[in-house]
């Protein structure tokens, strides 16, 4: 009882304080353009994770970042991975509870506040960003407007919101920047069971500290579906991933991964990002599965090599022959090059999912 007095109070406090997001039901909308062309932020984006600063520990890796999944193609094993490295994990059908634990991360833990958030739900063909939990009609599902979500995550010390999501271009549209058209005649615009949050009518993302941005060109985004046993043992090890053995099989931690966080956390050229302009028609451009899979193995590499630092600054004071028990020892390379990873199985193909 006196815990649950406490989150009312906590919760009654952090809307007056904070604006949190509160559903609005899927009424006609009556005013389109009540701000004009989304806001122009000058000067460059900030970097996810700055690329001169070197990852020592895999908590470390998710530090001060979130990520909010749609549940419908979450992997059962997602919270546990996510964790692992760090993130703030969130995954819910309900964009009111999902923001709610962003506010709650950053009053009650201000040392460890979350700064960026990586979306990885559906665009709705660009008429707005959806969770849900399936497909069926009455399914648990919301929807919320970009500006809706800046004005949601203003003052709260967040600095950087990073759409992944397909035709994430269209989101951006002036006519539905604050305000979601209800009624958009897509078949993927499914009812708002949980609710629609849209930006009040007087707020000004002009004026809003927190950026949000997207892929310079829209696209379909696609999730790649792994599982920890393409880690290497020492990395497994680390992060307590080792699987569970039923009726004699190895049972592995399986997780979802979009193209997009990976590129965000290797540097990949390809991607580009922005915070201006909008995109009117669809897009089905996307990555090759090729370009996919190889994307995924990068991230099983950056992860594998943050794990042998990890290890290696652990036991910097034991002999090098005995620094990596021979089950966890990374396979050699030449002197100065980088820690040659073990390949996934040659007749395993990481499987693709679009976000949409």
């Known amino acids: 009882m006196f815990a649950l007095s406490i989150f009312t109070c906590f919760t009654s406090f952090a809307s007056a304080a904070y604006g949190i997001a509160r559903p609005q039901q899927s009424t006609p909308v009556t005013d389109r353009n009540l701000t004009g062309d989304p806001p122009k932020t000058p000067g460059a984006i900030p970097e996810a994770w700055p690329a001169n600063v070197q990852i020592e520990r895999l908590s470390d890796i998710g530090k001060h970042k979130a990520v909010i999944f749609s549940p419908d193609f979450a992997q059962p094993g997602n919270r546990q991975f996510y964790e692992k490295l760090g993130f703030l994990y ?6 009111l509870k999902a923001l709610n634990q962003i506010v709650a991360r950053n009053y009650w833990h201000p040392e460890d506040r979350i700064d960026t958030i990586i979306l990885e739900t559906h665009g709705t063909n660009g008429n707005g960003l959806k969770l849900q939990t399936g497909p069926a009609p009455r399914a648990a ?13 203003e003052g709260l010390g967040v600095r950087l919101c990073v759409i992944g999501a397909c035709n994430s271009g269209r989101l951006f549209r ?9 009624h958009p005649g897509d078949r993927l615009f499914l009812p708002a069971t949980l609710g629609i949050i849209n930006a009040s009518r007087d707020f000004d993302p002009a004026k809003s500290k927190m950026l ?5 060109e829209s696209e379909i985004e ?8 393409e880690l290497a043992p020492i990395t497994r090890s680390i992060l307590r991933l080792e699987p569970k053995t039923f009726k004699g099989v190895a049972r592995y931690v399986h997780f979802a991964v979009s193209n997009l966080l ?8 390809r991607l580009e990002l922005t915070s201006d302009g909008y995109e009117n028609e669809k897009s089905k451009n996307d990555l090759t599965e090729d370009e996919s899979d190889e994307l995924f193995q990068r991230l099983v590499a950056f992860i594998d090599d943050v794990a042998t630092r990890e290890y290696q600054i652990a036991h910097a004071s034991q002999p090098a022959t005995s620094r990596f028990p021979s089950q966890m020892a990374p396979r050699s ?14 007749d395993k193909r990481t499987s693709r999912r679009v976000i949409n």
């Open 174 to 182: 002036p006519e539905i920047y604050k305000t979601l058209d209800p």
């Open 212 to 216: 949000i941005v997207r892929r310079a």
């Open 90 to 95: 969130i995954q819910d059908a309900s964009w």
């Open 262 to 269: 990976i590129q965000l956390l290797t540097h990949d050229p």
């Open 141 to 153: 599902r919301s929807y919320i407007s970009v500006g809706g979500l800046q004005e949601k995550l």
């Open 333 to 346: 390379q030449a002197p100065g090059s980088r820690v040659q990873q073990p390949p996934s199985a040659p």
């Open 222 to 229: 696609t999730t790649s579906d792994g599982d920890a046993s």
